[in-house]
């Protein structure tokens, strides 16, 4: 690692430090783990008995989206506990930087037949995309937005920079942020 990454770094690892022992982070947790649990019991018991009653191709469907429902939560828990792991020093912030531990890109639309399936999956299909674009924007926020060294510019103080450059500070005097 170069002296120029250093600081980028040490920024992200204070993030991810502050994040896992944050509030936010509290009930982030809460709320993933209590999701996959009641997930898991939907589709062990209410799931099972409502996916029999679909047509067969209702019920290919169910299948496709179980298992994206499954995958979005596999990725939700591995995410929140690795940031638990940092919270209870069981995993170096440093470590939890790696890009092993990101949140992957994943499709989260439902099929075009959706209404055709069980209301309980529907509620868990749109609960788990919530959930899971809450967390990739934190990801992002986290990790990704912060691999830019260049500082993030302000789009309308520039843009009033370029019109008192274009036409004179005096006209402008009073705008200033």
């Given at each position: 690692m170069s002296d120029s990454t250093a600081p980028t770094l040490n920024a992200r690892v204070s993030i991810v430090r502050d994040f896992a022992s944050s509030d936010l982070f509290d009930r982030t947790f809460k709320e993933g783990?209590?999701?996959?649990?009641?997930t898991a019991?939907?589709?062990?018991?209410?799931?099972?008995?409502?996916?029999r009653l679909l047509s067969r191709e209702d019920a290919l469907l169910y299948a496709g989206e179980s298992m994206r429902l499954t995958t979005r939560l596999m990725q939700i828990a591995s995410w929140l506990l690795v940031q638990r792991a940092v919270r209870e020093g069981d995993m170096d912030a440093n470590d939890a930087?790696?890009?092993k531990y990101r949140v992957a890109a994943l499709?989260?639309?439902?099929?075009?037949k959706a209404p055709a399936l069980p209301g309980g999956l529907l509620n868990l299909l749109d609960r788990s995309n919530r959930l899971y674009e809450r967390i990739s924007h934190m990801d992002k926020r986290m990790f990704?937005?912060?691999?830019?060294?260049?500082?993030?510019?302000n789009q309308?103080?520039?843009?009033?920079?370029?019109?008192?450059?274009?036409?004179g500070a005096e006209k402008f005097s009073g705008l200033e942020a």
């Open positions: 783990m209590a999701l996959v649990e009641e019991a939907y589709l062990d018991g209410d799931g099972r008995r409502d996916s930087c790696d890009d499709a989260l639309e439902a099929g075009d990704i937005d912060g691999e830019d060294d260049e500082p993030k510019v309308v103080i520039s843009q009033m920079a370029m019109l008192q450059n274009a036409f």
